[in-house]
């Protein structure tokens, strides 16, 4: 027996968090039955499960993209306001159903993972596994020492502190500096809110690593499948 939602990450629907959603919302079926119970456990041999009346199988292959996401794309495979999505910056090669791994912001450029690896998924964004994610950021203002040690403390934000961060200040360029900022987490928007509370509201925001895996100079847009090397420190997460 199996969870719901795992399996539905496993058919590559979506993380195992967003599965929730759609259980919650009532989108999902088994063996023909609307099912909104979070603790449903099915037979994958036998019960068949269906999202949106579309019956849904594991994914045969594992597929394993980065992307260097460009601002003005949303972290979604569909998006109610019709705005583009980075699924249709890679739909025209890939044809296997793949779900972003975490989300990026609208006005966010860089690294984002995708794949139909429910595990994969499960590991890179649940918070007990602390996966880095390391953004270059150009703030308005200079951060000080106190700004720094704030990073490192943690940032109240939505009324919850953050956990521990690090702001790097690489270099200053008028009123802008630019930074190096690495956090634990993924909240929403958080590296924006935490600047925004620390006084240097982010004029642009770029994510260069997640754990091991780096953007390096993979161009704006455009995207690679993961190394087996990489592929291999995901699955040992």
């Known amino acids: 027996m199996e969870r719901l939602q795992k399996y539905m990450a496993d058919c590559g629907v979506a993380s195992r968090r967003k599965s929730e959603e759609l259980i919650l919302a009532g989108e999902v079926t088994v063996n023909g039955v609307t099912v909104r119970e979070l603790g449903t456990k099915i037979d994958p041999q036998k019960d068949v499960v269906a ?11 594992k597929i394993y993209i980065l992307l260097n996401k460009p601002e003005g794309y949303v972290t979604t ?15 025209k090669d890939v044809k296997e159903r793949v779900v972003p791994v975490g989300r990026l912001d609208y006005d966010t450029s860089g690294l984002l993972i995708l794949t139909n690896d429910g595990d994969v998924v499960y590991k890179l ?24 040690n704030l990073f490192k403390r ?3 934000i939505d009324g919850r ?49 997640e754990g091991n ?7 704006k847009g455009s995207w ?14």
């Open 51 to 61: 999202y949106r009346g579309k019956a849904v199988k594991p994914q045969k292959k």
């Open 77 to 91: 495979a569909r998006d109610q306001f019709n705005r583009p999505t980075v699924i249709d910056l890679i739909k």
């Open 125 to 148: 964004t649940h918070p007990k596994n602390e996966v880095e994610k390391v953004y270059e950021a150009k703030l308005f203002g200079v951060p000080d020492s106190d700004t720094i």
């Open 154 to 156: 943690g940032i109240t």
């Open 161 to 209: 502190k953050t956990r521990p961060a690090k702001l790097e200040l690489l270099r200053v360029d008028g009123r802008f500096s630019y930074c190096r900022i690495t956090i634990h987490e993924g909240r929403n928007r958080q590296v924006r809110k935490m600047c925004q509370a620390a006084r240097h509201p982010v004029a642009s925001l770029r994510r260069v690593a």
């Open 213 to 219: 895996i780096e953007l390096g100079d993979l161009k």
């Open 224 to 237: 690679r499948y993961l190394t087996d090397k990489e592929i291999r420190y995901l699955r040992e997460l």
